[in-house]
C-alpha cells in the first residue's frame, strides 16, 4: 500500500464529526485510545513495509498486560505458558499441523483472553520450528503483522491438510494405523 492509499484509508474510516471509533481503529490496528502520532507511523510504515501495520500486535500486548504479563516474552516464560504449550503439543501428538514433521513448539492463531488463559486452546496449534519461522517472518526475514501471519498459516494449512503423507505421519505419531 501507498503512503497516498494509507491516507486515503485512515480519512475514509473518519465519522462524520471527524474522529475515529474504537473499532474502526482496532481494525486499522491501532490501540484505545490511540497514542500520539499514530496517523503518521500508519502512514509512514505504508511504504516501507506495504501490506504491514505499524501498531502491530498492540490488543494482545494490552491483554497480556491485562493478565500482569508486562511483555509477550514474559508470557512465553510464565509457568502458564509451559503448561498450554505442554497440553497443546499432546493434544496434537506434538504433529506439525502445517507439515507433519515433529512439533515442539505452539503457534498462536488468536490472542482472545480465554486462549492467552488456556481455557480455550482451539486458538493455538502444534508447529515444527520452521513452519513456525515461515508463517511469522517474510522472506526478507520482517516479521508479519498478525493478519499476514493468519493468511500464511491459512494458505499453509490448506495445502498440506490433504497431504497423504501428512495424514500418514499423524497416524503414526498418534499411534494409529496408515
Known sequence: MTRKARKRQIEKAMTPAGGWTRETLRKLGV????????????????????????????????????LGYPTYQAYLESPLWASIRKKVLARDGHCCLL?????????????????LLGQD??????????????????????????EAVDRCYRSARAD???????????????????
Open 121 to 146: 486452546l482451539r486458538g493455538m496449534a502444534s508447529i515444527c520450528g520452521d513452519c513456525h519461522h515461515h508463517v511469522e517472518y517474510d522472506p526478507s526475514g520482517h516479521k508479519r503483522s498478525p
Open 31 to 66: 490501540s484505545w485510545p490511540p497514542p500520539r502520532g499514530w496517523k503518521k507511523k500508519l502512514v509512514r510504515n505504508a511504504s516501507s513495509h506495504p501490506g504491514r501495520l505499524a501498531i502491530d500486535y498492540t490488543s494482545r500486548n494490552e491483554a497480556l498486560r491485562s
Open 99 to 115: 507439515c507433519g514433521s515433529w512439533a515442539t513448539q505452539v503457534h498462536h492463531l488468536e490472542y482472545l483472553l480465554p486462549t
Open 160 to 178: 498440506m491438510a490433504s497431504s497423504p503423507l501428512t495424514q500418514e505421519f499423524r497416524a503414526i505419531v498418534r499411534g494409529g494405523a496408515s
